[in-house]
């Protein structure tokens, strides 16, 4: 099968809005046809997400409220980057205590997910946390957040069923275990 050449070509750039978490650009590009289009896209810093499985095949979840949609959620912990250059698994571990207050002894990187390529550039590492240590949560002071243990069978019925609707959640817990049960 041939390759087609698929590449969008950037013209110009211009900022819509410069906000503290998301920046909107408009883009005056070349399609691959050579005809001229634009694309409107938010850029974001990036992000990092855990599943911390205890010893007991539990995952560490937890139950915020989520502003855009009205209403809470069930999720894994997950944060935003603190800039472009933070090393992303140093940021899993940052978010994983203060959320959560747990450590880990073992990280796997599961690689990245883009949870909306089609108008954000945002990208989320996925990482298995193992090996957790309780501690103390040191939340914002804008969280508010339940941590509840869900067994890992039972999260993976809760994705299959839609209880679970999270994206990022799904992706990286069907990930996780998938390794797993390998």
Same mark, same amino acid.
């Given at each position: 099968?041939?390759?087609?050449?698929?590449?969008?070509?950037?013209?110009?750039?211009? &900022?819509?809005?410069? +906000?503290?978490?998301?920046?909107? =650009?408009?883009?005056?590009?070349? !399609?691959?046809?050579?005809? $001229?289009?634009?694309? &409107?896209? %938010?850029?974001?810093? +990036?992000?990092?997400? #855990?599943?911390?499985?205890?010893?007991?095949? @539990?995952?560490?979840? &937890?139950?915020?409220? =989520?502003?855009? #949609?009205? =209403?809470?959620?069930?999720?894994?912990?997950?944060?935003?980057?603190? $800039?472009?250059?933070?090393?992303? !698994?140093?940021? /899993?571990?940052?978010? !994983? =205590?203060? &959320?959560?207050?747990?450590?880990?002894?073992?990280?796997?990187?599961?690689?990245?997910?883009?949870? /909306?390529?089609?108008?954000?550039?945002?990208? %989320?590492?996925?990482?298995?946390?193992?090996?957790?240590?309780?501690?103390?949560?040191? *939340? $914002?002071?804008?969280?508010?957040?339940?941590? #509840?243990?869900?067994? *890992?069978?039972?999260?993976?019925?809760? #994705?299959?069923?839609?209880?679970?609707?999270?994206?990022?959640?799904?992706?990286?817990?069907?990930?996780?275990? /998938?390794? !797993? @049960?390998?």
């Amino acid at each position: 099968m041939d390759e087609k050449d698929f590449t969008e070509v950037k013209v110009s750039s211009k &900022e819509i809005y410069d +906000g503290f978490i998301l920046h909107v =650009r408009e883009d005056q590009i070349k !399609l691959p046809n050579g005809e $001229d289009s634009s694309r &409107e896209y %938010i850029k974001y810093i +990036g992000a990092v997400c #855990i599943v911390p499985v205890t010893d007991d095949g @539990n995952v560490i979840m &937890e139950r915020q409220y =989520r502003y855009p #949609i009205s =209403r809470v959620i069930t999720e894994i912990p997950a944060g935003k980057l603190d $800039d472009y250059d933070e090393d992303r !698994l140093e940021a /899993a571990k940052r978010e !994983l =205590r203060e &959320e959560t207050g747990y450590t880990a002894d073992e990280w796997i990187d599961m690689g990245l997910y883009f949870p /909306a390529p089609a108008y954000s550039d945002e990208k %989320i590492t996925m990482y298995m946390a193992k090996g957790l240590h309780k501690g103390a949560q040191d *939340l $914002d002071d804008d969280e508010f957040l339940d941590i #509840i243990e869900i067994p *890992l069978k039972d999260l993976v019925k809760d #994705i299959v069923s839609g209880v679970i609707t999270d994206g990022k959640t799904q992706v990286a817990v069907l990930k996780a275990n /998938a390794i !797993l @049960n390998s």
